[in-house]
């Protein structure tokens, strides 16, 4: 039996790089190295034990494709765009990511790094510095 479980990573995340008004082209979606994750079970909000993870160009590789796999399918009509949002709140869109590529082991320039099409609402909260940081959040497959 599957278990929808949503993982967080914990830690210090850098901050988004802005450039006046321009926003960012991409984000820093995972740094890399090896990082605790912090599991839920959706339908419980129990924390489920989960094994570190290495960020590493592999991983990199693997959620790029599973992001393309994704956006397929939304284009396709068979399930929604992939978003961030605001606070793991699952509500409104932020943003949109397009790609995901390894960025190399650098703090702050490197993980996995996301290309961004960005929504009103994320433009108006990172312009307004409303939201300085990116925190990821992802589905586990069990």
Known sequence: MNIAVIAHLAGTLPGL??????LPAEIQW???GKHKLTALNKATGEPL????????EAVAKL???QLQYLRAQAA???????????????????G??????WGGTDPKTGGIRAKM?????????LL????????PEFAVDP
């Open 17 to 22: 790089a802005l450039n006046g008004d321009q």
């Open 30 to 32: 995972m740094p890399a």
């Open 49 to 56: 034990p989960l094994n570190d993870i290495e960020v590493n």
């Open 63 to 65: 959620v790029a494709s």
């Open 76 to 94: 396709a009509g068979l399930g929604d765009l992939p978003f961030i949002d605001f606070n793991h709140e699952d509500g409104a869109a932020s």
């Open 96 to 101: 949109h990511p397009t790609e995901f590529s």
């Open 117 to 125: 099409e960005w929504t009103g609402s994320g433009k108006t909260a």
């Open 128 to 135: 307004g510095k409303d939201y300085r940081r990116f925190s």
